[in-house]
């Protein structure tokens, strides 16, 4: 009898802290592939559609053109960490290494914030952006302490227009 | 709202002018406004915000982050904030009689728990 109590004591401590991390790892991981997928997707037919990328990380065109009018682009994105990835990067921490899952998040953030760039700079009618930079910060969560990392990118240039 | 960009007067003769009555200023992340001359330099102009997060709009971000991906909320937050501080640099330009910022940066920093400062900065230019 006493031994069923412990048991059921039990059952909030799962309910609240396993499978909240069980699902962050079965629905986590396949909503960061299908967002990835869809990015690709979303790249590749940028690129077959124009048949070349309109951003560049130098800062004049390659060949040379006059470039008749400009101003600055930006577009940004704020990624996370799912749960369960913010636990493994933690024990991943402790013996040091490549902790992967944290490059699978920021490197989609990056991918999805270039791509971004490449889409306001068409609907905002430049030819081409030059000059573009990245910048990443970490966002500092008030609540939930510690519990999730985030990350903003920002992606800006100089969005031109040439004859 | 600043308009950040400016039709050259000479590649549109045609255009009606804009009919708000709004200072221009063109800003450039390169050390040049293209298609035009830069007559003088001003120095520094600088423009920050700190923004902290809703409460709710955090916590429901929050529990967004089980399964990663964008958070939405911070995006857009943090989107609109940076337009505040661009528009600052913008005052801070006008002030000094410049109609141009050129190589501007963007920087950012956590300044406490919840909050972060968004700064941007360039250099203040008159171009013909």
Redesign the interface.
Same mark, same amino acid.
């Given at each position: 009898m006493r031994e069923d109590f412990a048991v059921f004591s039990w059952l909030p401590i799962l309910l609240f802290s396993v499978l909240?991390l069980l699902?962050?790892w079965l629905?986590?991981n396949y909503?960061?592939a299908k967002?990835a997928e869809e990015l690709q997707a979303r790249e590749s037919a940028f690129l077959a559609q124009h048949g070349r990328d309109n951003i560049h990380n130098i800062?004049t065109l390659i060949p040379p053109k006059? /470039?008749? *009018?400009?101003?600055?682009v930006?577009a940004?994105?704020?990624?996370?960490?799912?749960?369960w990835? $913010?636990m493994i990067g933690r024990l991943h921490s402790i013996i040091g290494g490549n902790i992967t899952l944290f490059d699978r998040?920021l490197s989609?953030?990056r991918k999805?914030a270039l791509q971004r760039l490449r889409e306001q700079a068409l609907q905002?009618g430049w030819d081409n952006v030059?000059?573009v930079?990245l910048?990443t910060?970490? /966002?500092? *969560?008030?609540?939930?302490n510690g519990?999730?990392s985030?990350f903003?990118i920002?992606a800006?240039? $100089?969005?031109?227009k040439h004859q | 709202m600043i308009r950040q960009t400016m039709q050259p007067p000479s590649g549109t003769p045609n255009q009606p002018q804009n009919p708000v009555q709004q200072p221009q200023i063109l800003i450039s992340n390169t050390e040049t406004i293209h298609g035009m001359t830069i007559t003088r330099a001003l120095g520094v102009v600088t423009g920050s915000t700190v923004r902290a997060k809703h409460i709710g709009k955090d916590i429901l971000a929050g529990l967004k982050n089980i399964v990663g991906g964008e958070l939405k909320a911070y995006t857009e937050l943090l989107k609109e904030s940076r337009t505040e501080a661009m528009n600052r640099m913008i005052q801070d330009c006008l002030a000094r009689g410049g109609n141009a910022v050129v190589n501007v940066r963007f920087a950012t920093s956590n300044v406490a728990n919840g909050a972060s400062e968004l700064f941007a900065y360039g250099t203040a230019v008159i171009v013909q």
């Open positions: 909240p699902f962050s629905y986590g909503y960061q967002k800062s006059p /470039i008749t *009018s400009c101003g600055l930006m940004n994105i704020s990624v996370g960490t799912s749960w990835q $913010t998040v989609y953030g999805e905002q030059i000059n930079r910048e910060s970490r /966002i500092v *969560s008030s609540s939930n519990r999730s985030a903003e920002l800006y240039g $100089t969005g031109i | -």
